[in-house]
């Protein structure tokens, strides 16, 4: 059998090392035995943005081959691998945020770390309508729509604390507070919206 050659690079050592070091802090910290061969493979794949090592062999396997590192073309075969490069140069928090999802693009868990936990309600904020009441049972059923661990009220108090849903005080109403998110939370929804985990 063939073994596909799979090149790595990265545009940041210190921070690519920085993330792999904080997995392997967790894994530590859970007792867990160092990472076997494919779990490494994970690791370092994760740290450098993508969801896991398979999905960075696909964008191996999508670039166009060269002996020169080239400006790469953005054509509607190679988009998906160039935004899933792209994934490689956002925050670490951006990165760890996408990991918190399925393929479906629903939150599988709520993040342990604040700054993880909030970046992950804007796709969240995203499911709401401007202009348009809810009542506490429409913003459920939204919720309930987004995640798989059977919690909105957590995500619909987490909506409110951070002020990107607003409610009357009888929890009557619900309405989407008007934001423009700033460069960082912009760079998670588009991948987000890509599906790039």
């Known amino acids: 059998m063939t073994r596909l050659l799979v090149p790595f ?29 494919v779990e490494l493979l994970n690791l370092l794949a994760r740290a450098a943005g993508m969801r896991n090592f398979a999905t960075l062999k696909k964008v191996v396997q999508a670039a166009p081959p060269s002996d020169k590192v080239q400006p790469t073309r953005i054509t509607s075969e190679n988009k998906e691998a160039v935004n899933a490069v ?8 951006v990165r760890k945020a996408l990991i918190q999802f399925d393929d479906a693009g629903r939150l599988v ?6 700054s993880v936990q909030q970046m992950t309600m804007w796709a969240l904020w995203t499911k709401f309508a401007a202009n348009r009441k809810y009542t506490e049972k429409e ?6 729509g987004f995640h798989t661990f059977g ?3 957590t995500l619909r108090r987490e909506l409110v604390n ?4 607003g409610r009357k005080s009888d929890c009557s ?4 507070e008007p934001h423009r998110p700033n460069e960082e939370v912009q760079d998670f929804l588009r991948a987000w919206r890509a599906g790039l985990r």
């Open 9 to 37: 690079s990265t545009p940041d050592v210190s921070a690519f090392t920085k993330t792999l070091k904080s997995f392997l802090d967790e894994r530590h910290a859970e007792g867990k035995a160092p990472p076997s061969h």
């Open 86 to 93: 792209n994934l490689a140069l956002m925050s670490a928090t």
């Open 109 to 114: 868990r709520l993040p342990n770390k604040l």
């Open 139 to 144: 913003v459920n059923a939204i919720a309930n």
């Open 151 to 153: 919690d909105q009220a």
């Open 162 to 165: 951070m002020k990107l849903l």
């Open 173 to 176: 109403e619900y309405w989407k």
